[in-house]
């Protein structure tokens, strides 16, 4: 069994329409490990939806390979989907039944036997806290509730390796972070998270790894503390209990942006541990004593921005 629960190279897609051939993912390569969060960040028309589909067996490559969790995905196509959880950015709860008929429909789907269904959908019941509403329709479930739902329903079949797209988009704050608890449950029990979402917060919050798809192509992959470091902005901030130190500490770095007002001066810093330790080897080694440190690094919405060309105005809106 491989390491990997995904391991795609060169993945390719176009689409026809009136003006000719639309390049959509142009040889992306993407390795994600077992029992790991992974992050696929864009703006609209990146390409984000097409590698969804490509990977649950939806719609085909033009080229390159995919294995998932070690099944070719051309050739082995059933054992993928045999692995394999999607939840969509729309529900597909069904609003006219309970939630329990919801997922006793999904079992059925699944072709479990019925009292084996009936066990799991009391357990997933349970773990998503439904019980009390297992018997009302779904229509009358709140936004957050239709989506730990939804969630469920794609558990009914133990998947491994599960597609969440855009799981919490509308949800008020207190719903995004039980589902974000949800989520890290899942992958402390061994499951493959595959992550598409609008909100960089929850990337930053949850992925192990991140990657940045813009016009079909990968324009960089790290995890979050990685990307920050990849545009400027990042500083050390050292603040000190006089002006003869900040002047001092100004003399010997040789660089750095005081504010006398605030006995603060900031330095220059990629985020990494060597810059900072540096820094403090060199106040030390001229017993230079600060009263305070902190490390500033730019956000996901800074990288993003950035490096897609975005405008500067959408900063700290949602991306899709």
Known sequence: MTDLAIAANGLRKSYRDKDGDKVVLDGIDLAVPEGTIFSLLGPNGAGKTTTVQILSTLIRADGGQVQIAGYDLNRQADDVRGMIGVTGQYSAVDKLLTGEENLLLMADLKHLPKRTGRQKAKELLERFDLVDAAGRPAATYSGGMQRRLDLAMTLVGDPRLIFLDEPTTGLDPRSRRTMWGIVRELVAGGVTIFLTTQYLEEADELADRIALLDHGRLIAEGTAEELKRLIPGGHVLLKFADPGRLDAARLVLGLGTPDPEALTLQVPSDGSVR????????????????????????????????????????DKEPVR
């Open 275 to 314: 810059v900072i330790r540096q820094v403090l080897a060199v106040l030390d080694e001229h017993s230079i004593e600060i009263d305070e440190m902190s490390m500033h690094t730019p956000d996901l919405d800074d990288v993003f921005l950035t490096l897609t060309g975005q405008n500067g105005d959408q």
